[in-house]
């Protein structure tokens, strides 16, 4: 099931703009975990999210500094970026018929590689059956 998830999820980071990352282009869709580390040290101070994947290293860094926030500004966490809603649902509706036209393909290709040659091979044998003569 994840070799199925896995590529529907690349798919949706590459076409869906993502309004919260700071660097929409860079996503690391496989396996994987990570952690967030805040240096308050720094000016202005930073939080690196890291993404490992299953083999312990680092697939993706993200350094993101604070310099949007301010003692004095009111608290607010909005989008990084913004996106029209317009824009935003015709993509969602992109990625919805990629991937149905993708699970589509899947059954269809199994329709022609196991459904049609067993078809085939139960005429055969019907055919090749030699008929029952009727005795009176």
């Known amino acids: 099931m994840n070799r199925i998830v896995g590529p529907g999820f690349t798919l949706a980071n590459m076409i869906l703009p993502w309004h919260f990352r ?3 282009r860079e996503y690391y869709a496989s396996f994987n975990f990570g952690d967030v580390v805040l240096d308050w040290t720094a000016s202005p101070p930073t939080a690196t999210a890291s ?5 312990g290293l680092v697939k993706l ?9 301010t003692g004095d500004a009111p608290a607010a966490c909005g989008p990084i970026h913004h ?3 317009a824009s935003f649902f015709l993509l969602q ?3 919805s018929v990629v991937l149905v036209a ?3 393909s899947i059954l269809v290709n199994a329709v022609v590689v196991v459904v049609v040659p067993l ?3 139960w ?3 019907g055919f090749v059956r030699a008929p029952k003569l009727k005795r009176d």
């Open 22 to 24: 700071a660097r929409p």
């Open 51 to 55: 993404v490992y994947g299953k083999d």
């Open 61 to 69: 860094r993200q350094v993101v500094p604070a310099e949007r926030y």
């Open 83 to 85: 996106v029209s809603p």
């Open 93 to 95: 509706v992109a990625v």
């Open 102 to 104: 993708f699970v589509a």
């Open 119 to 121: 078809q085939l091979l």
């Open 123 to 125: 005429r055969l044998v």
